[in-house]
C-alpha cells in the first residue's frame, strides 16, 4: 500500500499530465526549455520522430539526442527532444514511432504533447 502511495505521489509530482484524450499537457513560459524523453530500441531501425512542423511558430527544437544507459546491443534508448518556448500559444507535438524507409505504414505508437506557453 506505501508503495502505491509513492508511485502515486510521483506521477502526481511530473510536469506532464495526461487528460482524458490521451495527450500529456506541459506548462512552461515563453524562453523556457524542457525536455520530452520516448523510449525506443533504435536497433530494430525504429525512431520517434515528428509527425508535422506546426509547432515551429510557438516552439524551437534545440536537441534531439539518444541516451543509452549501457553499452549493449538491443539495449532500449531513451530519445530526449530539447524544446524552447518561443510567444505564448498552445502548440501540439506529436511524435511517431516507427521506420524512417517506411513513411506510409502506420505508426507504431504515437504520442501527443499539449504544450501551454503562457
Do not use: N
Amino acid at each position: 500500500m506505501k508503495l502505491l502511495a509513492v508511485l502515486l505521489l510521483m506521477q502526481a509530482c511530473h510536469s506532464s499530465q495526461p487528460d482524458t484524450a490521451g495527450i500529456d499537457t506541459i506548462r512552461i513560459h515563453p524562453h523556457e526549455s524542457f525536455d520530452i524523453k520516448l523510449g525506443a530500441v533504435l536497433g530494430t531501425g525504429f525512431r520517434w520522430m515528428l509527425a508535422d512542423s506546426s509547432y515551429q511558430s510557438f516552439l524551437r527544437l534545440d536537441t534531439s539526442l539518444i541516451v543509452q544507459a549501457k553499452d549493449i546491443d538491443g539495449e532500449p534508448e531513451t530519445q530526449v527532444f530539447t524544446f524552447t518556448g518561443i510567444k505564448k500559444g498552445t502548440p501540439t507535438l506529436h511524435f511517431v514511432y516507427r521506420r524512417s524507409w517506411k513513411k506510409k505504414d502506420p505508426p507504431a505508437k504515437e504520442r501527443k504533447f499539449k504544450i501551454i506557453i503562457q
